[in-house]
């Protein structure tokens, strides 16, 4: 049995990244510090933006599961659990998208009514407006 067989296929994606990367660092297979992990997000998405770039479906999705697998690894490094801060950033989105729609409301104005110039204004907005924690 190889060590990364220990983690199991059927965990959720972020779970398993992490304790794959976990194990891995565990034996020495590991960044020197945050900046070459953060490196190596940035050459994976310069590669999915070349992905994209070239207009190969299977390549971008390739270079996609990169990023998140690279953005996990940041998270690890940084003592950051990736889910409770991808949680934490579909909750700060829903907040800002709420704003959006509230505000057009006031206007009378629909989301389909609405501008992308109009929407990205107000998103603007609630991230000044609205405090983190929703409060």
Not at 22 to 51: C, H, M, Q
Not at 55 to 68: K, N, P, R, T, Y
């Amino acid at each position: 049995m190889q060590l990364l067989d220990h983690v199991a296929d059927c965990l959720p994606g972020l779970q398993k990244a992490l304790k794959m990367q976990r194990i891995a660092a565990k034996v020495g297979f590991d960044w020197p510090d945050v900046s070459g992990v953060i490196d190596k997000l940035y050459e994976e998405i310069n590669e999915l933006v070349n992905a994209v770039k070239v207009g190969d479906q299977v390549l971008v999705h390739d270079e996609m599961a990169d990023v998140l697998f690279s953005s996990v690894n940041v998270a690890r490094v940084l003592n950051i659990d990736p889910e409770v801060a991808l949680q934490q950033a579909c909750c700060k989105f829903r907040q800002r998208f709420n704003y959006i729609e509230n505000e057009l409301k006031k206007a009378k104005l629909s989301l389909n009514e609405a501008s992308l110039e109009k929407m990205d204004e107000l998103w603007c907005e609630a991230k000044l407006t609205l405090k983190p924690d929703g409060q």
